[in-house]
T-cell receptor, first 109, second 115 residues
């Protein structure tokens, strides 16, 4: 079966750095997405990786290793508004998105 | 552009009742999706459509039906509501795939409670 694993919850301090990991086992691979979802709201797109390596976008970076079935989302200079759930999703061989359960990130002052 | 819109925002149903969740997008996207999200869980695909007149089942289609008569609209029908269908329903869309990062755009969601 297809599976995506993320930690359920993480806590970090305002101004710090946090890394959210995602491991996946899917039937085929056509890209990996990270979405942010604030409580009670819809997911919004953060990043996309299809090749191995690091993609940087401001305070957020995402890394992919296809051989290891592994990705991480790195958030720097954490702000209180970064408190949200972070969803990892993999597009499989049928171009369908398989979603992880999400990691709830709690930011403390 | 309004993007992806969904109605209603919240609804309470009694067991056995039926309803239609509305979804519309004004971005001329070919691909549209219906997901449900249970508390603390990831998104589960219910149905999707690659264009007007074409629909396909996703991972959890039982108890639901869809239609896609126009590019803009993709309604989701619940015929006999059950407590297991209590969830948040998201509609999403994206343009025709071109080998790049076809980001899905989500509607605000419909919260459904079946009692």
């Amino acid at each position: 079966g297809q599976n995506i694993d993320q930690p359920t919850e993480m806590t970090a301090t305002e101004g710090a750095i946090v890394q959210i990991n995602c491991t996946y086992q899917t039937s085929g691979f056509n890209g990996l997405f990270w979405y942010q979802q604030h409580a009670g709201e819809a997911p919004t797109f953060l990043s996309y990786n299809v090749l191995d390596g690091l993609e940087e976008k401001g305070r957020f970076s995402s890394f992919l290793s296809r051989s290891k079935g592994y990705s991480y989302l790195l958030l720097k200079e954490l702000q209180m508004k970064d408190s949200a759930s972070y969803l990892c999703a993999v597009r499989d061989r049928d171009y369908q998105l398989i979603w992880g359960a999400g990691t709830k990130l709690i930011i403390k002052p | 552009n309004a993007g992806v819109t969904q109605t209603p925002k919240f609804r309470i149903l009694k067991i056995g009742q039926s309803m239609t969740l509305q979804c519309a997008q004004d971005m001329n996207h070919n691909y549209m999706y219906w997901y449900r999200q249970d508390p603390g869980m990831g998104l589960k695909l219910i149905y999707y459509s690659v264009g007007a007149g074409i629909t396909d089942k996703g991972e959890v289609p039982n108890g639901y039906n869809v239609s896609r008569s126009t590019t803009e609209d993709f309604p989701l029908r619940l015929e006999l509501a059950a407590p297991s269908q209590t969830s948040v329903y998201f509609c999403a869309s994206h343009p025709l795939q071109g080998g790049g990062q076809e980001t899905q755009y989500f509607g605000p969601g419909t919260r459904l409670l079946v009692l």
